[in-house]
């Protein structure tokens, strides 16, 4: 693995009518620029899936049951390989059943 995204983690908000309400706690863990975007008070019904990459990604265990079934642990993280490409490549979320 390339040592400089070692620590990399992504996290992803989908907002629209419609969604879940956030709690409390997932909105106080954005950022402010998100918070107070206008889309929050523009869109009736709007709401947002957000899910949270882990902190810990020296195992599969954060993935679904989807993709664990095509990933191993390789260099110390969470690796899925493609085969049509060969290409490996970190799963550092994942969200079953959206």
Do not use: K
């Not at 889309?39 to 902190?55: K, L």
């Not at 664990?68 to 799963?91: A, I, M, Y």
């Amino acid at each position: 693995p390339v040592e400089r995204f070692e620590d990399v983690r992504a996290n992803a908000l989908i907002i629209g009518p419609e969604l879940p309400s956030l709690s409390d706690e997932e909105m106080a863990s954005l950022p402010e620029e998100i918070r107070t975007d206008p889309v929050w008070t523009a869109t009736p019904n709007i709401g947002a899936y957000y899910h949270v990459s882990p902190a810990d990604q020296s195992t599969c265990n954060h993935l679904g049951a989807v993709m664990r079934n095509t990933t191993t642990v390789r260099n110390g993280r969470c690796d899925f390989f493609e085969p049509f490409g060969q290409t490996h490549s970190w799963r550092v979320l994942d969200a079953d059943n959206n």
